[in-house]
């Protein structure tokens, strides 16, 4: 529980979910296979949904920016989960990418940074969506959340400040994994432990509001940033892991 907690409390700062994680744990522990998708899914989609109102408080997002970046996402979402995706040295090549990004975003972070906001029109629209279908598409072949591609992207693009990235993120992250409970609630097994999922649950919720509202109320912008980058470095490091021969 208490590892869970702190997931939470780390990626909630940025408007992550932390799936992949609790998935990594879970599969340590030798959970059953289906209930290491439901819970470690249930146990995303409150930590995005929490954060997601905490940031929404403080940065309400531009819905017509966020929209159709969102809802563009779904049916990509769907089509990436259709298709069978097993090449290791793509996952490598995913994996070191991600490594790349996340030194060269920990690097080029100022602490006098600005962001302006791009004004809204038909062709921010219209990339806004082609963004929010691509990673939708991505996550879902990759049997990730999403945040951790979109948010990297967005902060190079200068897309907003930090904080209101963090928050795109966690609504980004909160329709992809309702998207992939749909996909696997039939795989739910008979037995359930009812008792621990609750637990975790509880453990990921009070580390998510604490973890976002000191993303919210105590970091700065710049930390914000850094904390991205070092959490899409453990997502290099972890999909490295999984598909090196040397891990």
Same mark, same amino acid.
């Given at each position: 529980?208490? @590892?869970?907690?702190?997931?939470?409390?780390?990626?909630?700062?940025?408007?992550?979910?932390?799936?992949?994680?609790?998935?990594?744990?879970?599969?340590?522990?030798?959970?059953?296979?289906?209930?290491?998708?439901?819970?470690?899914?249930?146990?995303?989609?409150?930590?995005?949904?929490?954060?997601?109102?905490?940031?929404?408080?403080?940065?309400?997002?531009?819905?017509?920016?966020? @929209?159709?970046?969102?809802?563009?996402?779904?049916?990509?979402?769907?089509?990436?989960?259709?298709?069978?995706?097993?090449?290791?040295?793509?996952?490598?090549?995913?994996?070191?990418?991600?490594?790349?990004?996340?030194?060269?975003?920990?690097?080029?972070?100022?602490?006098?940074?600005?962001?302006?906001?791009?004004?809204?029109?038909? @062709?921010n629209v219209l990339a806004d969506?082609?963004?929010?279908?691509?990673?939708?598409?991505?996550?879902?072949?990759?049997?990730?959340?999403?945040?951790?591609? @979109?948010?990297?992207?967005?902060?190079?693009?200068?897309?907003?400040?930090?904080?209101?990235?963090?928050?795109?993120?966690?609504?980004?992250?909160?329709?992809?994994?309702?998207?992939?409970?749909?996909?696997?609630?039939?795989?739910?097994?008979?037995?359930?432990?009812?008792?621990?999922?609750?637990?975790?649950?509880?453990?990921?919720?009070?580390?998510?509001?604490?973890?976002?509202?000191?993303?919210?109320?105590?970091?700065?912008?710049?930390?914000?940033?850094?904390?991205?980058?070092?959490?899409?470095?453990?997502?290099?490091?972890?999909?490295?892991?999984?598909?090196?021969?040397?891990?």
């Amino acid at each position: 529980m208490f @590892l869970f907690f702190c997931i939470a409390l780390v990626y909630s700062m940025v408007g992550f979910g932390g799936r992949s994680s609790y998935m990594a744990l879970l599969s340590f522990y030798a959970f059953p296979v289906g209930e290491i998708h439901v819970v470690s899914l249930l146990c995303n989609i409150i930590v995005v949904s929490g954060s997601a109102h905490v940031y929404m408080k403080k940065h309400m997002p531009e819905w017509r920016r966020v @929209l159709p970046m969102v809802l563009i996402s779904i049916p990509f979402y769907f089509i990436g989960a259709a298709l069978k995706f097993t090449h290791s040295n793509l996952y490598m090549l995913l994996g070191v990418n991600l490594i790349i990004v996340s030194v060269v975003l920990w690097v080029r972070t100022k602490s006098n940074e600005t962001y302006t906001a791009a004004k809204g029109g038909t @062709l921010n629209v219209l990339a806004d969506g082609l963004i929010g279908g691509y990673i939708g598409f991505l996550s879902s072949l990759l049997g990730m959340g999403g945040g951790i591609f @979109l948010a990297p992207l967005l902060n190079f693009r200068k897309w907003d400040n930090p904080k209101k990235i963090a928050t795109l993120a966690a609504i980004f992250v909160f329709t992809n994994s309702i998207c992939s409970m749909v996909q696997v609630v039939g795989d739910i097994p008979q037995v359930v432990d009812y008792q621990r999922t609750i637990a975790l649950s509880v453990a990921v919720l009070a580390g998510g509001q604490i973890g976002a509202r000191l993303g919210v109320y105590r970091l700065s912008v710049a930390m914000i940033r850094r904390v991205t980058a070092f959490l899409v470095f453990l997502a290099g490091l972890e999909v490295l892991s999984r598909h090196l021969p040397v891990f």
